[in-house]
């Protein structure tokens, strides 16, 4: 198991050298929406497969939104 510095430099390499800080952006805010509170109309019809990724892709969405919710509080 490598340290983040550890892993830094051997992904890096000498572009980040010894530098102390790095500022990583992860652009998937296109990701990020409130979750809609009723499942959909036709929920019933739906396999357990199905409604297992509609789930998830809730759960998902809600972590995106709920992170940049509280960077931005952060922020102000």
Do not use: C, F
């Amino acid at each position: 198991m490598e340290s983040d510095a550890a892993l830094l430099q051997h992904v890096l390499g000498r572009e980040v050298g010894g530098k102390q800080n790095i500022l990583v952006l992860n652009d998937e805010a296109h990701h990020a929406y409130r979750i809609m509170q009723e499942r959909p109309d036709d929920w019933e019809q739906l396999d357990e497969d199905e409604k297992e990724d509609w789930l998830a892709e809730r759960d998902e969405a809600t972590v995106w939104v709920d992170g940049l919710t509280r960077s931005t509080s952060i922020a102000e």
